[in-house]
């Protein structure tokens, strides 16, 4: 056990060029995921390599919501929304938000961008403006999933966000675990 710990050691201060990184990260990927596979979040399958952490086909089997459907929502003039929030999507979206998935911004921040290209009202967007964490729930969680969001969706769309404008004051009890009678 001592030479392993000796030998890490060694390694863990080597320090590779560019170009060797370069020339080795394809075979350093191939034994690391050989070693530790990447299966789907969602349906738990192997993943391949690019799918991300959810695979291609359970991305296509979320259920998309009806555009006409959208604008039901009292008090709110427009809205957008690209999945129906069932099961699966709940899976997802708790794995981003509470369990440091933080590479699932960009799949779902492409299709809300890609969304909101062609809806009318917001295809011409000024900015995106991300819903701030408090300060506490931002030291707990470390990174705040709505700026990840946003920033992908502005990017893509090639339009500022700019986090600083809304700041976030009181602070209150997470809601992922209150049904839609409490959430009111």
Known sequence: ???INRNFEILS???FSPILYKRFKPYIDAVLDFLYPAFCLNCAIRLKSGDGLVCEDCWQALPRINSDAQSEIPHVSQSLAVWEFGE???QIVH???FFGKKSLAGRMGDEMAKLASCS??????DLILPVPLHKIRMRERGYNQSLLL????ARTLGIPCIPTI???ERYTQTQSKLN???RT
Do not use: D, W
């Open 120 to 125: 009318p009202g917001f295809s011409s967007a």
């Open 150 to 153: 946003a920033q992908r969706i």
């Open 95 to 97: 794995e981003f938000k």
């Open 88 to 90: 699966e999507l709940q």
């Open 180 to 182: 839609i009678e409490q």
């Open 1 to 3: 056990m001592r030479s």
């Open 13 to 15: 201060k080597v320090t």
């Open 166 to 168: 809304l700041k976030r």
